[in-house]
């Protein structure tokens, strides 16, 4: 989930950010589009006829990877070597892997395959088919492929490029290395890469990631790093994907809350340092609150790096990329407060239980938003109340914090009768905001006020506990919901925001 950073009008209007506003397709969110709700739709009945999400059925065991950055050239190139399992029950003749560097810097290319298969490229060079003619892979065979690739990174303040000024360099690598493609239903999976959201679909694997840089950059990463004389060697157990933040004017401060080491880095800019502390302190609340209400982080690492990127915030496996504002002001600490809150939120939702971003981004992004416009705001913790304080210095008696009712009454008219579970390619840039995120998280609250509190959050906590590590999808969320509560009104709930056409 990117997120698209708003200006924070005084009281009501909120929470914006966190919207990594998608303009996802050609279609407009009318009332005739295919969002707009519809009188014959059951998504209860399309639910309960789907099957369980399959697992890929061919498998990453590991990746061991060995790349360089080269800061002159603007380069990460290398190799990664692939263990890979097929698990689909048949001989596979190809093998199909994302890589989603060539859609951003169409220099970008994967080079080589060993051993000496063929390779194809289609889908402007993102979808990169290595070709095992006449000798397929056998069912429970394993094999490991290299792959040999440069990545041309770009000159671009986003999730996916550098940012260069006096001080120095900052590298920020998403997406940046190719990734066994999900094989489910007998297909590939082979979405385009978008750009406004995600179109990631991975599932767990094992990484080690040599690292070579310019001794004077500091590292952040995925898993859990350690650095000696410019060669950092990145151990990532358990993620969808790597990524890697770069940085030779930065810092790095350390802390713990709840057992997970919490880092925090501060790139070297006057002014900034009261930000960063507010954007650690939330990140701690966000990780306990969690940790109580959903349950426990899975890994033992939180890397938090605040960089200029168009976006209010990325996540990644264990790593939260969050804007930083070109000029400062009040307002950007509540910003920033809120934004790591819905970032952190995605470590639970996509990170630890996965789902097709680009078919169903609802799965992740919903409960994303969901976890900070009302689980954390409503546990207004000491962090978020402090943001507030900083906000509205100077005027002591106000606040920026809404109760759920105000929150709920100044920011849905707009999102109102359209569904939330359609694939990005069926949205506008407003419908894809509007919906996935904002109503898509008035969902979650309607469920929980009518499942009541104390049922709401045993279902979503044994949600996350009974499907991380895995893939779900939304005809799984229905079905689990169900189990705690069909009364016709959660029913009604389900209909009124899910539309049976899209129900995976």
């Not at 969110?29 to 890929?56: H, R």
């Not at 930065?250 to 502390?277: C, F, H, I």
């Not at 009712?405 to 009768?417: L, N, P």
Request: hydrophobic content about 35%; some cysteine.
């Amino acid at each position: 989930m990117k997120t698209v950073r708003k200006t924070l009008a005084l009281l009501m209007a909120v929470v914006l950010l966190l919207c990594g506003f998608a303009a996802c397709g050609k279609k407009e969110a009318g009332s005739d589009d295919s969002s707009s709700q519809k009188a014959s739709n059951d998504a209860v009945a399309a639910a309960l006829a789907a099957e369980p999400a399959p697992e890929s059925g061919c498998k990453a065991l590991k990746y061991d990877m060995n790349v360089t950055l080269d800061t002159e050239k603007n380069t990460v190139s290398g190799y990664e070597d692939v263990t890979i399992k097929n698990t689909s029950g048949a001989p596979l003749r190809e093998l199909y892997f994302r890589y989603y560097a060539p859609a951003i810097s169409k220099k970008s290319a994967v080079t080589d395959v060993s051993p000496d298969y063929q390779l194809y490229k289609e889908n402007e060079n993102t979808t990169v088919i290595v070709d095992f003619a006449d000798e397929p892979m056998q069912p429970e065979e394993e094999r490991t492929l290299r792959l040999s690739f440069t990545t041309v990174v770009p000159k671009l303040d986003d999730r996916f490029g550098y940012h260069k000024e006096g001080k120095g360099k900052m590298y920020l690598l998403t997406f940046w290395a190719p990734q066994l493609a999900m094989y489910t239903d007998g297909k590939w999976n082979d979405s385009p890469y978008f750009d406004e959201g995600e179109s990631t679909y991975n599932a767990m694997s094992d990484y080690t990631v040599t690292f070579t840089a310019p001794e004077s950059y500091v590292i952040a990463a995925s898993g859990t790093q350690t650095s000696n004389g410019g060669v950092t060697t990145i151990t990532a157990p358990n993620v969808r994907e790597v990524s890697i933040v770069a940085c030779d004017y930065m810092t790095v401060e350390t802390s713990s809350v709840d057992g997970v080491t919490l880092k925090m880095y501060r790139p070297d800019y006057d002014d900034y340092d009261t930000l960063y502390d507010v954007m650690a302190e939330n990140a701690a609340a966000a990780i306990s609150l969690y940790n109580d209400k959903i349950g426990s982080y899975i890994y033992t690492e939180l890397d938090i790096v605040p960089g200029f990127i168009k976006a209010g915030g990325m996540e990644m496996p264990g790593l939260v990329i969050e804007a930083l504002p070109e000029h400062m002001n009040s307002y950007e600490y509540y910003n920033a407060a809120l934004t790591v809150a819905h970032e952190v939120g995605h470590q639970w939702f996509y990170c630890a239980v996965g789902n097709d971003q680009y078919n169903e981004p609802w799965l992740d992004e919903s409960f994303a938003q969901y976890c900070h416009e009302y689980l954390y705001q409503s546990a207004a913790p000491e962090a978020l109340k402090r943001a507030d304080r900083l906000a509205l210095e100077g005027e002591p008696d106000a606040t920026c914090i809404p109760t759920f009712d105000e929150y709920y009454h100044d920011s849905y008219g707009v999102a109102d009768k359209h569904y939330i579970n359609l694939p990005c390619s069926e949205y506008t840039f407003s419908g894809y905001s509007d919906y996935v995120y904002t109503r898509g998280a008035e969902f979650l609250y309607r469920l929980q006020k009518a499942m009541g509190d104390d049922s709401f959050f045993e279902m979503l906590s044994q949600w996350y506990l009974g499907n991380r590590l895995q893939v779900a999808r939304g005809s799984d969320f229905i079905k689990h919901v169900l189990q705690y509560n069909d009364t016709q009104a959660v029913k009604d709930l389900i209909n009124d925001y899910l539309s049976d056409e899209y129900v995976k």
